[in-house]
């Protein structure tokens, strides 16, 4: 998450508390002291300050809601399940070479065999699951952005 967006969550999150005096009377009472100008660093960009987790989590709770934990929850649903994207586009993009190859070794005399063409149609079953899982995770990333 970059400086920028972790910075105006943060500004929505001490917005959501009441402003900063709110926000760092609810951090007393809920984990301990954080002040005003502390918070008010926190959702200032380029101070390189960041709420800490007690606090985040003290916050998200007298507010009600989430804010930041939902944003960072959602990227890395996101980025985790774009690295399994590419790993099962790589697999079926392997899986559909092993059917190519096969068909071109099986062809050289040009005569099939049933014990070719049967491993023929298993390639193309373990293929086909490949994309299947492929699309799966493709359709999953979809409906998570």
């Keep these: 998450m970059s400086d920028r967006l972790f910075a105006l ?3 929505k999150l001490i917005a ?3 402003g900063l005096a709110e926000a760092s009377a609810a951090c007393e009472a809920l984990a301990r002291h954080y002040s005003v100008p502390q918070l008010s660093r926190c959702q200032t960009v380029g101070t390189g300050c960041y709420l800490p987790l007690d606090i985040l989590a003290a916050l998200e709770r007298y507010c009600g809601h ?3 934990s939902d944003a960072l929850a959602k990227r890395s649903r996101v980025e985790v399940g ?3 994207l590419a790993d099962l586009a790589c697999a079926f993009t392997e899986q559909a070479s092993d059917v190519q190859r096969h068909l071109r070794t099986a062809l050289a005399d040009r005569v099939l065999t049933p014990r070719e063409i049967k491993r023929g149609f298993e390639e193309l079953r373990e293929a086909r699951d490949a994309l299947d899982r492929t699309e799966a ?6 409906k998570a952005t």
């Design 66 to 68: 989430p804010v930041i």
């Design 137 to 142: 995770a493709l359709t999953a990333a979809d």
């Design 82 to 84: 774009a690295e399994r």
């Design 9 to 11: 969550l943060t500004e």
């Design 16 to 18: 959501r508390c009441g």
